[in-house]
């Protein structure tokens, strides 16, 4: 059973406009949640992370939004860029004192931004 | 800082033989952990260690997979007898910091194991 789920595998963009990229998750005891960029032969690379405590956070072009009440978060990246192409990968934990802070990965959705 | 060092970056071999990956983790973090990638499955943790102590190895498949941390800046995930099964990307990443539970983790660029 998936924890953390990304529903769409792919999304496609044209360059300038938004990429709204979502994730869903079935335990309620997360509360932490990262989002990772993924290039093809290397690994995931950390983009952004938001805690439970609040519902928005933002850096830059990238900003994530969680809704606890629904177990949805998204990723907004605005303008969208052709070098934002890559696999993005929604994770979560227990963070605080529980299980460690072990990571559980969505299976990704991969953006391509067409310019 | 050079990152999370994996080694090799592609392995292929056949059933039945033993292979054994590496990691070479970011100095100064103090948690190590093994992903493995497949399409069906996604990213999944196979194991994880504190200041060197296997803490969580749940995930790892069965029996022919073993991981040792035998000090700060090594790590080795072993699979023995290898099946074709077994055939993924293999990640390594670190973690480390004061707060280090909400620290993100710092991912290797993965060994690709093919097992004929």
């Known amino acids: 059973d998936q924890q953390v789920k990304q529903n769409s595998p792919s999304l496609s963009v044209q360059e300038g406009r938004i990429s709204i990229l979502n994730c869903d998750y079935t335990n309620s005891m997360f509360d932490y949640f990262l989002w990772y960029k993924k290039y093809p032969a290397e690994g995931p690379t950390f983009l952004i992370s938001i805690s439970s405590i609040k519902d928005k956070n933002e850096d830059g072009r990238f900003t994530v939004f969680l809704n606890k009440s629904a177990k949805h978060l998204s990723l907004h990246i605005v303008p969208s860029q052709p070098g934002d192409s890559a696999v993005y990968f929604c994770?979560?934990?227990?963070?605080?004192?529980?299980?460690?802070?072990?990571?559980?990965f969505g299976k990704g959705t991969k953006l391509s931004v067409k310019p | 800082d050079a990152g999370v060092i994996q080694s090799p970056r592609h392995e292929v071999t056949e059933m039945g033989q033993e292979v054994t990956l590496r990691c070479k983790p970011i100095?100064?973090?103090?948690?190590l952990f093994w992903y493995r990638q497949t399409m069906m499955r996604g990213l999944e943790l196979l194991i994880y260690?504190?200041?060197?102590?296997?803490?969580?190895d749940s995930g790892m498949p069965e029996d022919r997979f073993s991981a040792k941390m035998p000090n700060a800046s090594f790590s080795t995930l072993k699979i023995q007898p290898s099946e074709p099964r077994d055939s993924a990307v293999y990640f390594c990443a670190s973690r480390g910091g004061r707060s280090s539970y909400n620290s993100p983790l710092h991912f290797g660029n993965g060994t690709r194991l093919t097992v004929t």
């Open positions: 260690f504190n200041n060197n102590v296997p803490i969580d």
């Open positions: 100095s100064g973090h103090n948690s």
């Open positions: 994770a979560a934990s227990e963070g605080y004192g529980g299980s460690q802070g072990n990571l559980i």
